[in-house]
Each structure stands twice: as C-alpha cells, then as structure tokens.
C-alpha cells in the first residue's frame, strides 16, 4: 500500500554538504578487536546482574548480563574469549559497569543461536521470546514491547508502530543505507513486530523525500502506510517522527509511548529479523562514523562492546583535538574517554574538532565555510559548498538582538529567547506560562543564536528548577518506572 503524505513543521535546518558528513553506500564489517568491553546495561534496560566471572571461558552470543525481574533485556558476549576483569565507566553522571572480554581467536564469527529460533513461522509470544533473549527489546526510546518487563508501554496499549528512517542529524547514520540489498530481510523483520504488538493496520514508515524506489510497495504487508518528508533536523527526533506518521502530538515532555506508539529504526527491524529468522542475539551494530575530524567518514557493522580507541584508530586527522560524541552533531553526547564501548543502540559517532580560539570581531568574518544559519557567515548564500562544523562557538557571546532565528527555527513553535531570559534573571518558573516543557531539546535555538548565548543550556537549567519547586515533572521511561518502584 502507498501513501504519500506531506506534513511542514515549522522550522527546522537541512544540514547539508558537511565536511565529514559523506559516506557513500559501502558498510564495512570490521576485524574482530582485540577485546570488548560489554556494558551490563545497554538501551532502555536496567543494568542486568552478572552472569560470568573472571576468568571464565564465553562464546559470541552467550548471555552473560540478565535480570528477569527488573525492566531489562539480556546482554551478550559479542567475541568468543575469556573474561578478563570488570570495569567501571561514566556515562552522562552516572557508573556504570561492563564486562572486558579478550579474544581468543576461535571460531571467529559464529555466534550461540537463540534457541528455538530458525523461521519467521512463530507466535506472537514466541517472537518477544526470542526478541528479549537477543536484547532486540532493548531498543527505540521505550524499548519494545513483549511479555517480559522490555518497555515502560504495556502490550494491551500499543497503538502504533513508527518505522523511522529518518537522518536529518549531522552525521547521523543514514538510515535507508541499511534497506540496499536487505529489503526482504526488512519486511520479515517488520512483519515480526506487527505480530508481536498485535497491529494490523496503523503501521508507518517515514523516509526521507525522494527515496520513493528505496522498497517495493508492492511487497509491503497490508496496513503499513509509507510517509515522506523532508530530511530536515530535528524531523528525525522521535517525538516528530511519531507525530508525522501517526497526526497525534507528543505530550510536552514526554516520549511517543505515551501515544501508543513504539518508535523503531531500519536497523532495529532488521535487528527483529536476525533475532527470529537467524537466531542471531544482537552482537554487531552498524554505525556511521564522521565529522570534520575523521580522514573518512564510514559505515562500519562492529561487534558491541568495540572500544572506540581501536574503531577510530588511523581514522582521525593528525595533529587535531578531537571531541568525540555518541550520537550525531547536535544532540550527541561527549565521551568521557576515547575508550568508550560502542554499545548496542548506538547509530553514530560523530568527531569535531575542539577549537578553543577566540576570534576577534569573529561577527565580520565572511566565513564561506563555517556553519551558520544566520546572515553572518556567506556560506549561508552558497549551500552547496561543503561547510565546516567544529566546537569553537566562532566568537564571544553577545546581548541577545532579539533577531528571532531562535524562534524560527524551533520545531516547537517555542520562544527560546525568553526562556533563556527568564532562566537567568531568577524567574524560571515563569517560563511554564510560556510553553518551555514543550521544549524537546534539539538544541536548533542555540545553534542558530548568532549571538551565541547558551539558550539549550538555559532551558534544560530551567527544567530542572522547575521540576525541583514541584510544579511539573517530565520523569519519564526508566526513570519513571523507578520512581514507581518498579526498578
Ligand atoms: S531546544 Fe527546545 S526551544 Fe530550542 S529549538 Fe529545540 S525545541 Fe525549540
Ligand atoms: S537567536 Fe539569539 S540573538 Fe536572536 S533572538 Fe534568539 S536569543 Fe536573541
């Protein structure tokens, strides 16, 4: 079934021609690093208990991280080798815990089947069996579904399910890259969950405009609608992409599962068929690594758990500062070291290069390559040419000059000028009249901002005082289910 349907948003930005951001169409499956460090928890899942100790001897795809009772999927050894030691890392403020492996170089590539896996012939319980024991329900921003404890949605609410192949991020993972040759392996996977969720009709698929020959509609499976739409960031976020597919808004700060809706990407539905058709527990990732800093930018399938030290290496321009994000170049998340696991959700890592000089009048500078949307920089007139981001915020902040490209670029409709405004003279709680809950923190504002002012910064600190007075809350997913005692 085909249908085409066009929805503008208000806002948002075509990051286009980026130096960095060209990957071309080949995904390279790497060599098998030397060790891996498996992360306990990984995606919407609780950290799992142990399940292996030091010096024990585990095989590719050997659970060694699950906990029934919490709301959790299993983790999995990703090589075949010997449990070395146990190793703390920070991710955003948290500790969390992982499982170095090192190689032994046997039967490199084959991996422990799921049992009772080996065809798409199965029931919807058998298929969120299988789904949670190869960790697949770990993935979206609510997890999937099942009748283990996988999603903060129960089964019994699932309305919709969104397919989202969208990339509009800097240098995100271009989702439909992952459809070439795969196409059959797609709709299995896609007809997997449809029956695991017990949806028949209300399925959707988004994609960028222009990819009408990327699946055959003929062999799509009936009441799956195909959207297209312009691949503009944040559309790919996936509070926007659910209200594309399915014309229900996502409550302010909340995620699409309080809609009904289980958000999944391309890879993940493949993911679903692996699990099911191959018995395949999710041990290897696609990624898309790029930026400015990196000598090529490359879709790389790596093992879970490779530490980005052995990804990158020979991949990184010299004599540069790199910041690495997990994620893509707006909402990404620094690393705290380049040793860093690449986990099992992950879709990209982007690398900028840090740029800590200050510009003098850096305002008057032409600038034909640096990104801006504001008239300050040419490259603004000339879009084809390949620009440049980096993490120098080209200049000193200045008074806001009330030019509004905060405000037209949100995707929100938001005033994030007033936010800032009311954040930093001590009137936060002001700003809940004006809509900041709303706020989905793509972070478009401040990088509009040609006076650079902080204004993401600002509104997540106004968040966080207003939680804090008690007058609204936006605990959501795990964090939810903690507070209800559930964790
Ligand atoms: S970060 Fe929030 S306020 Fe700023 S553009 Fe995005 S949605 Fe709008
Ligand atoms: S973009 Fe910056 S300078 Fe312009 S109105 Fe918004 S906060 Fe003020």
Redesign the pocket.
């Known amino acids: 079934m085909f249908f085409l349907r066009r929805r503008l948003f208000k806002g948002g930005y075509d990051f286009r021609s980026l130096e960095g951001g060209d990957y071309g169409d080949l995904i390279e499956r790497t060599e098998l690093p030397d060790k891996v460090i498996i992360p306990l928890k990984q995606g919407f899942s609780a950290e799992t208990d142990c399940l292996v100790v030091k010096g024990e001897r585990v095989r590719a795809g050997q659970i060694i991280g699950r906990d029934d009772h919490t709301w959790s999927s299993p983790v999995h050894a990703s090589i075949n080798g010997v449990v070395e030691h146990f190793e703390t890392f920070i991710e955003g403020n948290e500790a969390h815990y992982g499982v170095v492996i090192r190689r032994d170089h046997s039967d490199e590539r084959g991996y422990v089947p799921l049992p009772g896996a080996g065809s798409a012939d199965k029931s919807p319980d058998e298929i969120g069996d299988l789904l949670y024991l190869a960790g697949v329900t770990a993935l979206g921003p609510s997890g999937i579904p099942s009748s283990h404890h996988t999603s903060d949605l129960d089964l019994k609410d699932v309305k919709f399910l969104v397919v989202n192949g969208l990339s509009g991020e800097p240098f995100s993972l271009p989702q439909e890259k992952l459809l070439y040759g795969r196409e059959k392996e797609f709709m299995t996977g896609l007809q997997l969950i449809m029956r695991l969720l017990r949806l028949e009709d209300n399925v959707h698929i988004v994609l960028k405009k222009g990819l009408n020959k990327c699946l055959n509609t003929e062999s799509l499976p009936g009441g799956v609608k195909l959207h297209f739409t312009q691949n503009r960031y944040p559309f790919d976020m996936a509070e926007i992409v659910t209200e594309i597919a399915t014309g229900l808004p996502v409550p302010d700060g909340g995620t699409p599962s309080e809609t009904g809706s289980v958000v999944v990407t391309i890879q993940d539905v493949i993911h679903a068929y692996e699990a099911v058709v191959l018995g395949k527990p999710l041990i290897e990732r696609v990624l898309a690594v790029g930026g400015p800093a990196v000598v090529k930018p490359r879709l790389m399938k790596v093992p879970v758990g490779t530490p980005m030290d052995w990804l990158l290496a020979g991949n990184l321009k010299d004599s540069i500062e790199a910041r690495i994000l997990v994620g893509g170049g707006m909402r990404g998340e620094p690393v705290e070291s380049i040793g860093h696991p690449v986990e099992r959700n992950f879709l990209a890592i982007s690398i900028l290069e840090e740029n800590r000089d200050r510009e003098f009048l850096s305002f008057l500078t032409p600038g034909f390559s640096l990104l801006s949307t504001s008239r300050v920089y040419l490259s603004n007139f000339f879009i084809r040419l390949t620009r440049h981001a980096e993490t120098n915020l080209q200049g000193e902040r200045r008074p806001?000059?009330?030019?509004?490209?905060?405000?037209d670029l949100c995707p929100r409709g938001l005033v994030?000028?007033l936010y800032?405004r009311q954040v930093r003279y001590g009137f936060a709680e002001e700003a809940l009249k004006f809509g900041i809950e709303a706020c989905i923190e793509c972070g478009l504002?401040s990088f509009?901002?040609?006076?650079k002012?902080p204004?993401l910064e600002d509104i997540k600190e106004g968040k966080s005082l207003i939680e804090e007075s008690g007058q609204w809350s936006h605990h959501i997913g795990l964090k939810k289910l903690e507070e209800e005692g559930k964790l």
């Open positions: 806001c000059i009330y030019c509004s490209y905060c405000e994030p000028h800032s504002c509009a901002c040609p006076s002012l204004l």
